[in-house]
């Protein structure tokens, strides 16, 4: 919880320098979704290991791809 806000993320890290969202599984991306729809919030953190950075992607920027 957050602000009275449930708070769903699912973590990601890949060795290369590009991330394929196909790495997210549906279920995964639906659950997301669903916390969305209901007012929490959801993203995905990625982390770079090439890198060493994380990135967060809001749940509605991963439904574009």
Avoid: P
Wanted: charged share 25%; aromatic share 18%; with cysteine.
């Amino acid at each position: 919880m957050f602000k009275g806000k449930f708070v769903c993320f699912e973590a990601k890290s890949c060795n290369i320098e590009r991330f394929d969202f196909k790495n997210i599984k549906q279920h995964q991306l639906d659950y997301l979704n669903l916390i969305d729809k209901n007012g929490g919030i959801a993203f995905v953190i990625i982390f770079f290991a090439t890198q060493n950075m994380f990135f967060k992607v809001k749940v509605g920027s991963l439904n574009k791809w």
